[in-house]
């Protein structure tokens, strides 16, 4: 997996276009520039809580002694069942705040940004290839940017693609994210095969 393909892969498990909607509705009692700082705030967290898996989730994954194979293969299937419920979203949000009360880690930082499905893809990527862990901590870095700044952009965009525009933008990043998936199952199984065919002879 190259930089690029890591990077774009985060953000669409980050979901900013997504999450825009309910960020927004989240703050919408609150001042603008409060709501840029409270943003600000938030993905900070996220990206320590991201990091810290990030490099921390490597010896979790060694110490429960799991093959490169069954990680690939578990890692495609986590991101398939994200990438439909992207595309087929359901009716429950995530906030579970009341409106104008000013969120603090919970439920933007965690789990919205930094949720389940991130915090597993990144202790996947640092077991599949730990040499690598400056270029994933980039990609990392860079996914997380470019979330943030859409987020802080979120009333724009709210304003001029609308809930629909969003919703539609959000299921084609579905869709990439499936393709992306499969490739990820696909290499996982090729791998087994490989190392199943090898133990047989």
């Known amino acids: 997996m190259s930089l690029t393909s890591a990077t774009v892969m985060l953000i669409l498990i980050m979901d900013p ?6 960020f927004m509705a989240i703050m919408k009692h609150i001042d603008r520039k409060r709501q840029v700082k409270i943003l600000i705030r938030e993905m900070v967290f996220a990206l320590i809580i991201m990091m810290a898996f990030l ?18 293969i578990a890692g495609g299937i986590i ?21 104008g009360d000013e969120p603090f880690l919970v439920p933007m930082a965690i789990p919205m940004v930094a949720g389940p499905s991130i915090l597993a893809t990144l202790m996947l990527m640092a077991h ?14 860079l996914a997380w940017l470019c979330t943030s700044i859409i987020l802080i952009c979120g009333g724009f965009l709210t304003r001029y693609l609308g809930e629909r525009g969003l919703t539609a933008i959000e299921r084609l990043m579905g869709m990439l994210l499936i393709m992306l998936s499969v490739q990820m199952l696909l290499d996982g199984l090729i791998k087994y095969w490989h190392t199943a065919s090898q133990m047989m002879h």
Do not use: H, Y
């Open 128 to 141: 599949q290839d730990p040499s690598r862990m400056g270029q994933w901590s980039l990609a990392l870095i």
């Open 79 to 99: 991101l398939f069942l994200i990438a439909l419920k992207m595309i087929f979203p359901g009716e429950n949000g995530l906030a579970g705040l009341a409106a």
């Open 55 to 72: 490099w921390a989730g490597e010896q979790i994954l060694g110490f429960l002694n799991l093959r490169q194979e069954a990680v690939s």
């Open 17 to 22: 276009l997504g999450n825009t909607p309910v």
